[in-house]
């Protein structure tokens, strides 16, 4: 995944939880943004409650690996917040429910 497709300030993850409605489906709650600019951006929260800070990268790593074997339309920002019942799947798990949950938002450009 690019450094330019990564939501990183923490006044962008407040903004867009805040004014926006969240989709959950899962171990997953998803916020989305559209925007008027021509690239996406993803954004990952995995909180304390999930594990030591090993284990929260190690899930971040794999949300990221997730999210870029996709094709993604250009107009949004998305956060996505990963609950602690994550511990309990393995990665084709997590994998096969992030992308029934990003395609059911539409964010996947169809081959």
């Given at each position: 995944m690019k450094k330019i497709n990564i939501v990183k300030e923490n006044r962008d993850f407040n903004r867009i939880i805040k004014n926006?409605?969240?989709?959950?489906?899962?171990?997953?709650?998803?916020?989305?943004?559209k925007k008027e600019q021509s690239v996406y951006r993803f954004g990952?929260?995995?909180?304390k409650k999930v594990g030591n800070a090993v284990t929260r990268n190690r899930i971040k790593r794999q949300l990221k690996e997730i999210v870029s074997q996709n094709v993604y339309k250009?107009?949004?920002?998305?956060?996505?917040?990963?609950?602690?019942?994550?511990?309990?799947?393995?990665?084709?798990?997590?994998?096969?429910?992030?992308?029934?949950?990003?395609?059911?938002?539409?964010?996947?450009?169809?081959?």
């Open positions: 926006n409605r969240p989709f959950k489906y899962k171990d997953f709650i998803i916020y989305i943004e990952f929260s995995v909180g250009n107009d949004f920002d998305c956060i996505i917040i990963v609950g602690k019942g994550i511990l309990c799947r393995n990665f084709s798990e997590m994998q096969e429910n992030l992308n029934f949950a990003l395609k059911k938002l539409n964010l996947v450009k169809e081959q």
